[in-house]
Structure formats: structure tokens, C-alpha cells
């Protein structure tokens, strides 16, 4: 009799066991022979036969006969009845000896509820093996399994219970009892292999989602591209700025916001107007330049040959940007300090801007301020207002397309505080080389890297401009010119310009020396030359329209030909008085759009000692007139008298610039002084100079503005507090040629140059 220990197996008895016939060979060590009786033993654990020992096995055993030894792969045992193992002894592996005795039974199991239990049970395994290829093999034995017993043995190693628990089965001693717990383990395991099946298919169909979306989407992408070399303006927009994000380089935070927002509009398919916002955002982000210009070092000779040849004089101007450029190739860097060109409209103060662009081989571009009162003005409005925008700053660095343009902010001195914050405090950060790294305009909401612009302001006048925003800046000055230097303009760059502009060639006109000087004298009264410009192209309008009519000579245009060519009258200057009388004093002033020369009139009327003030004048010189009032009492203490029975009527008549600045002070205590001592001044002496309460006369601004004005109103001698001879450096030499220019110190002095003394 053969000993076979078997392990995991629920053993039933009078059933079927299959068996590969390799593991028989193992388990009994010999090959299986028919019709050979056997002894099954149920093992505590899994072990060969050299470890086994008389205490590994269970208590109950099993016999069977080897019945069918037909399939060459596995045997068939036919089960037999329980019996119990009394003793074991190990003699050597394969040989064992036993004591056993039958085990009793108990037969309890009603065989009709048996049959339909049977049946149910097989309609279950008939469905799940449905699921399976094999199901198919397994069920054609499915009729040959005539109790629940048989197929528990059948399936028995599949059965997920331990090796004790379906040895448990094999204990107990109830027939009824061992198919019910039969019954369980199957139905257990039917119910775990379904679920796990349906867990299976499930994930399977999730995988073949995956599989299928990747595919998909391979092939749009691969028909997008097919789409693209046919018809490029095809290209799904979003694809366009998913490309764009791609390429443009753009830094961290932006490209997340990008990406961001492409992502939002792609699970929005639908058109609305916060999509329509989104693109429009999208576009802005992605078309503004974001990689960085390369530096390379500029030629300075090049440079220089590039503002000369655009612009006449401006030395100082000159040299000062040749410096600016020296630095910048020392410290390899794309930008230095903040320029602020200052001084009258024409003055070529954003035309040289263009020059610099031009000789740096760098984008130029123009951002206006005038009139900026908001602070969305420089840094845009929030995404959330409708119709919001970039401010002026990124627009213009969109428009140039580069992240290193030249950059003009025009009339730094023309922006407003409001209650809708202060632009110049925002123009504050944009200038700031510590903060405009990383500049953040609220529409954009991400940071842009400002700090290789090179910003040039420019304005009319200092005395409006914050004084933070002053102090970040470095002040040069445009004087204006002088006739001479606008006659060189004129016919160095403006005439051959605006006649190239307007079609006209050299043989087509000539304009003659006496003609040009009085557009420039008489027709035209400004530091600049923008009003001669806009003469100049009036002019050659005109000519135009008789060349174009078929003139074959040259047209030659003549002083006295001006009223007709210009279709103007001249300007009327103040000119000089003819006649002098005491009270009236020439002064010298300063307004936006160059210098002027001011007639300052006093006169005494019977009255309570009132001070009567009128003409355009500003709150400082109104203080100044009552300083004069007071120096002229303290001087002439026997003159008092008169101020305290009389009106006194103080006029700065004619133009309607408006008059500020301290420098009427000498003009208007002159003009008293003269009235009191009833001495008339020349009216070929002009002054200008502010006083004080001791009578010092103190420095002034403007000083070549206001020597031109001079020049052009046919003064011969100036009068000019000490401390200004320095400027005299910036002043024309033929300007000074044609002037006596006399520097004084005190009220006494200017007072004893006038004969008032
Ligand atoms: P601003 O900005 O000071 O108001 P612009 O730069 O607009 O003045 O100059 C006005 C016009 O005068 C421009 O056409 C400019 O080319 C011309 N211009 C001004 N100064 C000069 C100069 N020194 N040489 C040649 N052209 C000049």
C-alpha cells in the first residue's frame, strides 16, 4: 500500500481526485500502478519527505484506489472513506508504517434537497465559468460531478482557504454538516473570483481608455500637423499659443499663468466674453519679447558720427550720452543711469533719443505721459475690470519687441496725481534698477525683467516733477537755440529733410539766406525749432504745388516773398520801448517755450496806500513784488511817505505766458526804485535776478533762454546777478557778441548801472 501525503486539498469521501502524475511520482515516490490501493495523509504544513516526521500529519486520513491511468498528464484516485490514524512511523522517506481504523459516519444528508442544492450550485459555476476560456474545458466535466462533495474536491486546490480549514472538512464527521460547509467555501469563492474578475475587467477597460485616448491623441496630433503643412493659418488657436508658450522663453511665473489660462480655455470650448478676455490676454503674454537681448559693445567713434550727423550743436548732450555709452560697454550692461532731458518744446530732445536708439542698434520707442492721472496708466488695470488693459510701459515694450529698446518717457513733468493713485510714484518702481527686475503690471499679473531698457524722460520744466522721482534722475539741459543755430538747423536738416519728405529735389527750390533768417526772426518766436519746422513744411507745400504744376525753373524763395509762401503774418515780439519813463523797467524771463523779455510798469494813483498787482502774474511773483515794495521803503525812507497816501499799481503787461519764477525781483524793485526817484530807465538795459530782504541779488535759471530773448528783442545790455556767470558758458558766442553783459550783486549796484541812483 502506497502512502500519500498530500497538502492543501479538502478530502471528501467517494469522490474523484485528479492528480498530475508527476507529483504522484513525487509525493509516493514511485510511479503510480492500477488498481493500487493508497493512503492519503493530510500534512500539518508543507514539507518533503526527508523532513517529515511521525507528528507531521493530521489525525484523520483517507483511502482511495488509483482508478484510471488512461490521460498520459494526471491520474485519477477514486476516494474511498475516512479513517483514523492511530500511529505513524517514519522508517526512511517513502516507507511509513501505520495503525489505522475505519471512522465512523454519520449520514444525516437528505439527498433530494442535496440534488437541488447541486443543481443551483452548478447553474452558479456554469455562469462564472462562462467568463473564462477554460470554463469551457471544465464544464464538460461538470456533468459528471454528481454531488456537492465531488466538486469541492475538484476545485479543492482553488479554494483560498487554508490547508486547516479544509481540513476541517475532512474531520467532520456529519455528512450534512461537511457539504454545507462545502457548499460555503465554494459560494465564498465563486463570489471573491467574480468580484476580482470584475475588478480585472474593469481595470482593463481603463487601461484600454488610456490606451485608446493616448492613441487618439497621437493621431490628432499626427493630422494637426498634416493640417498645418497645408493650410499653416488652420492651426487650432490654443495649439498656436501652446506653441508660442513653448518657444518664447518666458520666465517661470509667466509661463505657468500662460499655461494656466490654455488650460482654463481648453475645458471651456464655449465662446464668452471671459474667454474672449483670455485670448485676448494669451496673445498679449505671448507676443511680448521675453528672451533677452545678446549685449554687444558699441563702437564709440560710430556712435558719436551717428548723433552728429542726425542733430546740430547739443555738445554737451553729445558727450554726455558718449559717456553713457563708454560705461555701458565697461560694465557690459544694457543700461545706466536715467537721463532727464530738459528744456522747451523743438528742442530735439525726443528726436535725439531716436539717434541714440539708432547708434546703440537698439529698438526706440515713445511713451507719452502727458496728462497720465492714474496710476493704471503706467501699470495697467486689473484682469477682473472689463476692458482691461497693459499700462504704457508694457504696451510700448510690446510694440518695440525687444526686451532692450530705448525708451522715452515723454513730459515726465506733465503727470497728475488723482484719487486713482499717483502714476509717478509707479514710474518710481519702473526706475528703479532695484525693483524693475521684476516690474509686475497688473494686467499681466507676472513679473517682466524692465532692467535692460535704457529709459530717457524728458520734460519742459523741472519745477513740476516729484521731487523723488527728480533725485533718480540726472538733469541735462537744451537751452534752446540761438538764431544762428537755427539758421544751421534749418538748413543743415530741416529744409533738406522736409523736402526730401515732400518729393522736392535741390534744382526743384532754393530758399535764400535773408528769406530762411526771417522765417526764423520774424516768423517764428520759441527756444526750438518745431515752429520752424512746421514753417519750413508750409513752405515747401506751397512750392509744391507749383513744381507739381509743371514749373521747369527753380523757385527761388525770398525774404519778401514770406507772407505769400508761409500764409501768415509774422509774429509780433515784444520789442523794446521806444520811449523811456520812469516806472517802467525791462526785465528778462523764463516760460515754457524758451525765453521772453518783460516790461514791468509801476505807477503811483492817489489812494490809502493799497498795492494793486495785475497781469498774468504767479504766487512768487507776487511775492516778489512786495518784497521790492518793502526794499524800495527801507532804501528811500524819505519816499515812504507816498506809499501810505497813494495806490500803488503794479502791471507785467502783454503775453499770455503765464510770468512765475522769482527772477522778476531786480526788474520789478528797479521799477520802483525808478518810479520814487522819477528817474527813467533805458529801455536798451534788461534784468533779470531774484532779490532778497538785504538787497543781494541771488542767482536765476534760464539764463541763455532769456539772453536770446534779449538778443531777439534788440536789447544791448543785461544786467545778471554774479553768481550766473558761470552759464554764460552755455550761451551762444554770437548771442554774447551782440550783448553788454554787466554781473552784479546788489540792488545798489543794479540801481547805479540804470542811473536810478
Ligand atoms: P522736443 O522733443 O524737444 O520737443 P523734437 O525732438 O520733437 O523736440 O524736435 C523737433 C524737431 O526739431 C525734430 O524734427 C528734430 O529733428 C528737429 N531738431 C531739433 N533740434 C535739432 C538739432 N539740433 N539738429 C537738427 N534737428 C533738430
Given at each position: 500500500m502506497t502512502v500519500l501525503p498530500v497538502y492543501n486539498r479538502i478530502l471528501v469521501p467517494n469522490t474523484t481526485i485528479y492528480l498530475q502524475r508527476e507529483i504522484y511520482r513525487m509525493l509516493a515516490g514511485k510511479d503510480p500502478v492500477e488498481n493500487e490501493k493508497i493512503i492519503m495523509l493530510v500534512e500539518k504544513k508543507k514539507q518533503n519527505w526527508d523532513e517529515l516526521t511521525d507528528d507531521s500529519f493530521y489525525p484523520i486520513g483517507m483511502t482511495g484506489t488509483i482508478s484510471d491511468l488512461s490521460n498520459a498528464e494526471f491520474i485519477i484516485i477514486s476516494s474511498g472513506e475516512r479513517i483514523n490514524i492511530e500511529s505513524v512511523r517514519i522508517v526512511s522517506p517513502y516507507n511509513i508504517e501505520l495503525n489505522v481504523s475505519r471512522r465512523a459516519e454519520t449520514d444525516d444528508l437528505n439527498e433530494e434537497e442535496e440534488k437541488t442544492r447541486l443543481i443551483k450550485m452548478k447553474e452558479h459555476l456554469t455562469a462564472f465559468l462562462s467568463h473564462f476560456q477554460w470554463g469551457a474545458m471544465l464544464q464538460n466535466y461538470?456533468?459528471?460531478?454528481?454531488s456537492i462533495g465531488e466538486i469541492g474536491s475538484m476545485i479543492s486546490t482553488w479554494l483560498p482557504n487554508s490547508n486547516e480549514e479544509k481540513y476541517e472538512v475532512l474531520r467532520e464527521d456529519s455528512k450534512k454538516l461537511r457539504t454545507d460547509m462545502l457548499e460555503k467555501m465554494i459560494y465564498e469563492y465563486l463570489e471573491i473570483a467574480q468580484l476580482s474578475g470584475e475588478a480585472q475587467n474593469k481595470q482593463e477597460e481603463e487601461y484600454k481608455k488610456v490606451y485608446r485616448k493616448n492613441a487618439i491623441q497621437k493621431q490628432m496630433q499626427y493630422l494637426q500637423e498634416e493640417m498645418e503643412k497645408i493650410d499653416p493659418e488652420n492651426v487650432s488657436e490654443l495649439q498656436q499659443f501652446e506653441k508660442k508658450v513653448n518657444e518664447a522663453g518666458m520666465n517661470a511665473e509667466a509661463e505657468a499663468e500662460a499655461r494656466k489660462i490654455i488650460a482654463r480655455l481648453k475645458q471651456e470650448p464655449q465662446a464668452s466674453a471671459e474667454t474672449g478676455m483670455l485670448y485676448d490676454y494669451l496673445d498679449f503674454l505671448t507676443s511680448l519679447p521675453w528672451k533677452k537681448e545678446e549685449m554687444t559693445a558699441i563702437d564709440l567713434d560710430e556712435a558719436k558720427e551717428v548723433l552728429d550727423s542726425d542733430h546740430f550743436g547739443l555738445k554737451k548732450v553729445k558727450s554726455r550720452i558718449i559717456e553713457q555709452i563708454a560705461v555701458m560697454n565697461l560694465q557690459k550692461k544694457q543700461s545706466g543711469s536715467i537721463l532727464l532731458f530738459v528744456g522747451a518744446p523743438g528742442t530735439g530732445k525726443t528726436s535725439i533719443c531716436q539717434s541714440i536708439a539708432k547708434a546703440l542698434d537698439r529698438k526706440y520707442v515713445r511713451v507719452s505721459l502727458g496728462g497720465a492721472r492714474d496710476e493704471a496708466d503706467i501699470r495697467g488695470h486689473r484682469r477682473t475690470y472689463i476692458g482691461a488693459m497693459a499700462g504704457r510701459i508694457m504696451n510700448s515694450i510690446h510694440k518695440a519687441g525687444a526686451t532692450n529698446p530705448v525708451m522715452v518717457l515723454d513730459e515726465v513733468d506733465k503727470l497728475y496725481a488723482s484719487y486713482n493713485g499717483d502714476p509717478a510714484s509707479a514710474l518710481l518702481e519702473v526706475l528703479d534698477p532695484e525693483q524693475n527686475f521684476s516690474f509686475t503690471d497688473h494686467y499681466m499679473n507676472v513679473p517682466y525683467d524692465l532692467s535692460d531698457v535704457l529709459f530717457i524722460c524728458t520734460a519742459n520744466t523741472t519745477d513740476t516733477i516729484p521731487e523723488p522721482l527728480l533725485n533718480r534722475m540726472e538733469v541735462i539741459r537744451f537751452n534752446g537755440y540761438s538764431e544762428l543755430e537755427k539758421y544751421s538747423i534749418a538748413t543743415k536738416h530741416l529744409l533738406p529733410k522736409v523736402m526730401e519728405a515732400t518729393g522736392i529735389t535741390d534744382s526743384d527750390l532754393a530758399v535764400e539766406e535773408e528769406a530762411m533768417k526771417k522765417i526764423i526772426t520774424d516768423f517764428t518766436m520759441e527756444g526750438g525749432v518745431r515752429g520752424l519746422k512746421k514753417r519750413i513744411e508750409t513752405l515747401c507745400r506751397k512750392a509744391a504745388v507749383q513744381i507739381a504744376g509743371g514749373r521747369e525753373e527753380t523757385l527761388t524763395v525770398r525774404a519778401e516773398d514770406l507772407r505769400e509762401y508761409l500764409d501768415d503774418k509774422p509774429v509780433t515780439h515784444e520789442h523794446i520801448l521806444e520811449k523811456k519813463k520812469p516806472g517802467i523797467v525791462t526785465g528778462l524771463a523764463w516760460t515754457q517755450v524758451g525765453g521772453e523779455i518783460l516790461f514791468v510798469e509801476t505807477m503811483m494813483t492817489k489812494g490809502s496806500g493799497k498795492i494793486i498787482i495785475t497781469g498774468q502774474l504767479g504766487d512768487v511773483m507776487k511775492e516778489s513784488a512786495q518784497i521790492a515794495v518793502s526794499l524800495v521803503k527801507s532804501m528811500y525812507p524819505d519816499k515812504a511817505e507816498c506809499f501810505k497816501d497813494n495806490d500803488l499799481h503794479i502791471h507785467v503787461p502783454a503775453g499770455a505766458v503765464p510770468k512765475d519764477g522769482p527772477s522778476a525781483g531786480v526788474t520789478l524793485t528797479t521799477a520802483l526804485a525808478s518810479l520814487v526817484q522819477d528817474k527813467a530807465v533805458s529801455p536798451e538795459i534788461a534784468m533779470t535776478g531774484e532779490v532778497s530782504l538785504r538787497g543781494a541779488v541771488t542767482p536765476i535759471g534760464g539764463l541763455p533762454e532769456k539772453l536770446m530773448a534779449a538778443v531777439r528783442s534788440g536789447i544791448r545790455r543785461v544786467l545778471i546777478p554774479k553768481e550766473n556767470e558761470e552759464d554764460l558758458r552755455d550761451v551762444p558766442e554770437e548771442v554774447k557778441d551782440k550783448l553788454t553783459i554787466e554781473t552784479v550783486e546788489t540792488v545798489e549796484e543794479v540801481l547805479g548801472k540804470t542811473g536810478v541812483l
Open positions: 461538470m456533468s459528471q460531478w454528481d
